[in-house]
């Protein structure tokens, strides 16, 4: 009869890699694939304890327990063996975050003025990393809302990918899990903290929105970070037009985009905004145009009264006939 004395349960990343004192072996040639470990015994007591220590470095950070069994074999036979199956939990403890950033943070635009850029670029990237010990996923979901004007699409997609030390991997359409679904109308986006004059664009309505799904490898160090790299661009003179549309005095756009990421059964968010802020050109009244002009020769009539009351075009037709006279005196001599 066989009994496991594991002690306690793993953490991933505080004692995944133990040192190795078994005096066991593992079968050769197998040790990507092991799955047994041969221990030979010898001639044993009434009551035998062997230590077994396992180097779990390259265990897959998904797996959440190990089984233990036990074949006893005495010259080539199996005895009759009771001992019962253990199975080993391994917990995982980490400390996962994501933030976003939006560049540029704010666009200017100012109506009626022709720009050179049919397009503006809109680049959003979100970070995640893990202060740890154990490993984190980099699974993350990546939504922006589309503006639709006149049934024309203001936002189109140049890009959304992850990298990941050096590797870029494709981010690719997929529905959200009713579990984002359901919490992200408890959302408090940052619309909320916005005055009367902004109008908010986020996904708060997932039907009027783009879901990206970017699934990559493993955090395993905090000093290592994932980047999510969202870029679109935007139609400027559509936008023009939507801006003209919003409701009185609402001259500020925010634009925000959303990332998701899942550590277990916890679900962390993070937002970032682009602020768009429209500039109008006032056309000048009519009646200031006239009213400018009536003051304008009010005033050069005034100049004129002026000059001729001091005789100032008297003096300079004076002047010029004196030079006259000089110069005809100059050549007669």
Known sequence: MTTFDTGDEIVWGLNKALSDERKCTYEADTAENLTYVICPFGSLPNITYKEIHFDLTKINPGTTDIEFSSDLICLGEA?????EKYHLHITKENSPYIQGKSD???FEYTAGIAREDEYMTLHHVFTLGNFGPSPVNTKVYLLFPQLIINNTALVQLVEVKE?????ETSCYPEDLPDIIVDSIENVTLEHNLYD????ATNCSDIKNCFTFLCRGDYLYSPTVTAKY???????TTFLEQYLLTLPDKKRILAYTSSAFHSNATLWMESHTTLLV???EVQPVPIWLC???GHVGFLILGKLIYILYKFKFFQRRYQQQMDTVRLMDHIFEM
């Open 79 to 83: 005895l009759k063996d009771e001992g």
């Open 104 to 106: 540029p943070e704010v």
């Open 163 to 167: 990298t990941l030390e050096g590797t």
């Open 196 to 199: 009367d004059n902004t109008v």
């Open 229 to 235: 790299s969202l870029k679109v661009k935007i139609n």
């Open 277 to 279: 802020t429209l500039h």
């Open 290 to 292: 006239i009213a400018s």
